[in-house]
């Protein structure tokens, strides 16, 4: 079972991804990950910090000459930032914030909470999600993510290859696939900037060649939209979550929602087995398994809650009305957000792949995959 506990706060020393249940023998590419923490602190709209951070990967544990040894693996990502003990209280919390919330829980200090609440703990949790890439791309998986709004702009998505989508999404200052909206995006965010506002947004993550029955029907908390939905739900701003068509499919009538299915034997050599679809309305998922098509995942994410304009709050101590209070922040971390979604989807993914084909070694991995492969094509 491939399991990721985190630790560590936004002024820490340091933020840590502990990975257990990670199979051994997967060469680990450290320059992939250090370059999905770069991405991650990119995109147009983030704030200062970003200047003085530039996040790179340390394998602690679990790793042996670059291999891993099927030990708990440890990420580590430095805050260079490092200033938590010279951090004073913070009393005015801000709205769309845990520091309410999560002081009254604890019986303690708003700083506690919004120092583990803080979205700087998703580096880590890119950190473990690009070594589950590496996983999954042993078995021809890739997983691919961008941005399709921001606020009221839509971005079209071009068609290509996944190199020529990936080139395109790279060159974008949103992590769009749309460069028409690329302009009128960062107008906005500029705009946000000088009314001392934040932006949100939506991203969508898509994971290609994907075998049959990752999840399960059979129990609520093994099917895989659910479990999906769950983790991508937990990213700090994360409000909504979409697989396929999602909400538009309450909208229209069955024969415009389900995907007819065929077959085409000249694809059987594919993951999906030559089963084809004219649609992919499921997103890749039915009854809380994959079903060959891709996965189609889209997360909204709210406009981010420190505001440098502050709303309306208290002062914890005196309960007397006071403006929110204002750390350094962005103004909008949409593109970040689809690096963050597209890891944390690929975790996810990563989990349930080694469910069904074991987790000891990448050896035995594969010959079981393979072995189902031919299986499920004789059958």
């Given at each position: 079972?491939?399991?990721?506990?985190?630790?560590?706060?936004?002024?820490?020393?340091?933020?840590?991804?502990?990975?257990?249940?990670?199979?051994?023998?997967?060469?680990?590419?450290?320059?992939?990950?250090?370059?999905?923490?770069?991405?991650?602190?990119?995109?147009?709209?983030?704030?200062?910090?970003?200047?003085?951070?530039?996040?790179?990967?340390?394998?602690?544990?679990?790793?042996?000459?670059?291999?891993?040894?099927?030990?708990?693996?440890?990420?580590?990502?430095?805050?260079?930032?490092?200033?938590?003990?010279?951090?004073?209280?913070?009393?005015?919390?801000?709205?769309?914030?845990?520091?309410?919330?999560?002081?009254?829980?604890?019986?303690?200090?708003?700083?506690?909470?919004?120092?583990?609440?803080?979205?700087?703990?998703?580096?880590?949790?890119?950190?473990?999600?690009?070594?589950?890439?590496?996983?999954?791309?042993?078995?021809?998986?890739?997983?691919?993510?961008?941005?399709?709004?921001?606020?009221?702009?839509?971005?079209?998505?071009?068609?290509?290859?996944?190199?020529?989508?990936?080139?395109?999404?790279?060159?974008?200052?949103?992590?769009?696939?749309?460069?028409?909206?690329?302009?009128?995006?960062?107008?906005?965010?500029?705009?946000?900037?000088?009314?001392?506002?934040?932006?949100?947004?939506?991203?969508?993550?898509?994971?290609?060649?994907?075998?049959?029955?990752?999840?399960?029907?059979?129990?609520?908390?093994?099917?895989?939209?659910?479990?999906?939905?769950?983790?991508?739900?937990?990213?700090?701003?994360?409000?909504?979550?979409?697989?396929?068509?999602?909400?538009?499919?309450?909208?229209?009538?069955?024969?415009?929602?389900?995907?007819?299915?065929?077959?085409?034997?000249?694809?059987?050599?594919?993951?999906?087995?030559?089963?084809?679809?004219?649609?992919?309305?499921?997103?890749?998922?039915?009854?809380?398994?994959?079903?060959?098509?891709?996965?189609?995942?889209?997360?909204?994410?709210?406009?981010?809650?420190?505001?440098?304009?502050?709303?309306?709050?208290?002062?914890?101590?005196?309960?007397?009305?006071?403006?929110?209070?204002?750390?350094?922040?962005?103004?909008c971390a949409l593109a970040a957000a689809s690096v963050i979604?597209?890891?944390?989807?690929?975790?996810?993914?990563?989990?349930?792949?080694?469910?069904?084909?074991?987790?000891?070694?990448?050896?035995?991995?594969?010959?079981?995959?393979?072995?189902?492969?031919?299986?499920?094509?004789?059958?």
């Amino acid at each position: 079972m491939l399991r990721l506990l985190t630790a560590g706060e936004s002024h820490g020393k340091t933020l840590l991804a502990v990975i257990d249940g990670f199979p051994a023998g997967l060469k680990v590419d450290t320059a992939f990950i250090d370059r999905e923490l770069q991405r991650r602190q990119g995109g147009y709209g983030r704030g200062g910090r970003q200047k003085l951070e530039t996040d790179t990967v340390d394998v602690l544990t679990g790793v042996w000459q670059g291999v891993t040894l099927g030990g708990p693996v440890t990420l580590g990502v430095v805050n260079r930032d490092y200033k938590l003990e010279r951090l004073k209280e913070v009393e005015r919390p801000r709205p769309g914030h845990g520091d309410l919330t999560g002081a009254i829980k604890y019986l303690g200090s708003i700083r506690g909470i919004l120092e583990r609440a803080s979205a700087r703990e998703t580096a880590v949790r890119v950190a473990a999600g690009a070594l589950a890439r590496q996983l999954l791309a042993e078995f021809g998986i890739q997983v691919f993510g961008y941005v399709t709004q921001l606020e009221q702009i839509p971005a079209t998505a071009r068609e290509g290859t996944l190199e020529e989508l990936r080139a395109l999404r790279d060159a974008s200052p949103m992590y769009t696939l749309d460069p028409e909206a690329d302009a009128k995006m960062v107008a906005r965010v500029d705009q946000a900037t000088a009314d001392g506002d934040t932006l949100g947004g939506i991203v969508e993550v898509q994971v290609y060649n994907l075998p049959f029955g990752l999840g399960s029907h059979a129990q609520w908390d093994l099917k895989l939209d659910g479990r999906i939905a769950q983790a991508v739900m937990s990213i700090q701003a994360i409000k909504g979550v979409e697989i396929g068509m999602g909400f538009e499919a309450a909208r229209r009538p069955g024969t415009r929602v389900h995907d007819e299915i065929a077959y085409d034997p000249e694809l059987a050599h594919l993951p999906s087995l030559g089963y084809v679809r004219k649609t992919n309305n499921a997103g890749g998922l039915e009854a809380g398994m994959t079903n060959g098509q891709p996965l189609v995942v889209r997360a909204a994410k709210k406009p981010i809650s420190t505001l440098r304009k502050p709303l309306a709050s208290i002062n914890l101590g005196t309960k007397e009305p006071e403006t929110a209070a204002y750390e350094r922040s962005d103004v909008c971390a949409l593109a970040a957000a689809s690096v963050i979604v597209e890891n944390v989807v690929a975790f996810t993914v990563a989990e349930a792949f080694l469910e069904k084909f074991g987790s000891d070694s990448l050896t035995e991995i594969k010959d079981r995959h393979a072995g189902f492969l031919k299986l499920a094509r004789e059958r």
